[in-house]
């Protein structure tokens, strides 16, 4: 509880008749590094002029934005220790190892109540989850029953070794477009997630992706079926982009990516991660693809 901190991000907008208005938003977030820093959601601190952090002490102090990441709405966000104080820190864990029925803890400023905890299992792993129109579906998220309340937004989900396995991100609550009734389905971004972006976050201020230029989905068993693949698991390539890094290596709509560099790969999120760890743009790797019932070996230099 004592990495946990209090966020308000202050925003200047405008009312119904034009005129400047402040906003603010309540959020939390956790401190992962003694230097300050601290992550939480970019949704927290979208377009905010000003920062501030209360500390579990209460101190509050000035935060400025070290970067974010709009595409797993995350955001690194960091200040100045207070002279002769050492920042608690929350050691982030490995959401590979959580399976479905795991105890969790949630930690976070539910509605405005600073240091609200509430508990719960895992519900599943591995979900994704499209949070606005338009915008690219949220990788890898860990759902859960503990309860998430607004202002819970950028804490940390723990494990009960006291490591964060999540960052609370979105619930779904209330009534849906269809009438039915929701509760208790809440999603946190994974640890597995977490790492390698505020890395970047922390170092250059910004994500920069090596691209494939493909679009493409997870195979599942029911996928392979319906779609008469030769294999029941890997990357889909759904569509090269025209004139992208993966046409002109010569990869085709409807081969399935097994493996990077001979590093196997089964969902899309594994195949984003691994490109994103151990490889650059302009990174020349070779893909193996499943093409009708054979095997072949692509080199692509990434964009």
Do not use: C, Y
């Not at 901190?5 to 119904?16: E, K, L």
């Not at 959020?27 to 000003?50: K, L, M, P, Q, Y």
């Not at 691209?211 to 294999?231: C, D, F, I, K, Q």
């Not at 982009?241 to 990869?251: L, M, Q, Y």
Request: aromatic share 2%; hydrophobic share 40%; no cysteine.
């Amino acid at each position: 509880m004592p990495a946990v901190v209090s966020i308000q991000a202050t925003s200047v907008g405008r009312d119904f008749f034009g005129r400047l208005v402040q906003e603010t938003a309540q959020g939390t977030g956790f401190i992962f590094d003694r230097r300050g820093f601290i992550a939480t959601n970019n949704h927290v601190v979208e377009g905010a002029a000003e920062v501030k952090v209360s500390l579990a002490s209460g101190q509050v102090l000035d935060a400025t934005i070290a970067g974010t990441d709009p595409q797993t709405d995350l955001a690194v966000i960091k200040v100045e220790p207070p002279s002769g104080v050492e920042l608690t820190v929350a050691p982030i864990g490995d959401s590979t190892r959580v399976r479905p029925g795991d105890w969790v803890i949630a930690i976070g400023n539910a509605l405005g109540f600073e240091n609200t905890v509430t508990v719960g299992v895992v519900s599943a792993v591995g979900r994704s989850l499209q949070v606005a129109t338009g915008s690219p579906p949220l990788p890898d998220l860990v759902q859960t029953d503990a309860v998430i309340n607004p202002g819970n937004s950028g804490g940390p989900l723990l494990n009960l070794e006291g490591e964060v396995v999540g960052i609370n991100t979105s619930i779904i609550r209330g009534t849906l477009p269809n009438g039915e009734q929701a509760e208790g389905i809440g999603f946190a971004i994974s640890s597995d997630v977490i790492k390698p972006i505020t890395r970047q976050l922390v170092e250059q201020g910004k994500v920069t992706r090596p691209s494939l230029g493909v679009s493409v989905m997870t195979v599942t068993p029911a996928l392979a079926a319906s779609e008469n693949l030769s294999v029941s698991k890997g990357v889909l390539v759904v569509d090269p982009t025209r004139g992208g890094p993966a046409e002109r290596g010569g990869v085709r709509s409807r081969d399935v990516i097994l493996a990077v560099n001979g590093q196997e790969v089964s969902t899309v999120w594994q195949l984003q991660k691994l490109l994103l760890e151990r490889h650059s743009a302009d990174d020349q790797v070779t893909l193996t693809v499943a093409r009708g019932d054979g095997r072949v070996d692509i080199p692509v230099l990434l964009g």
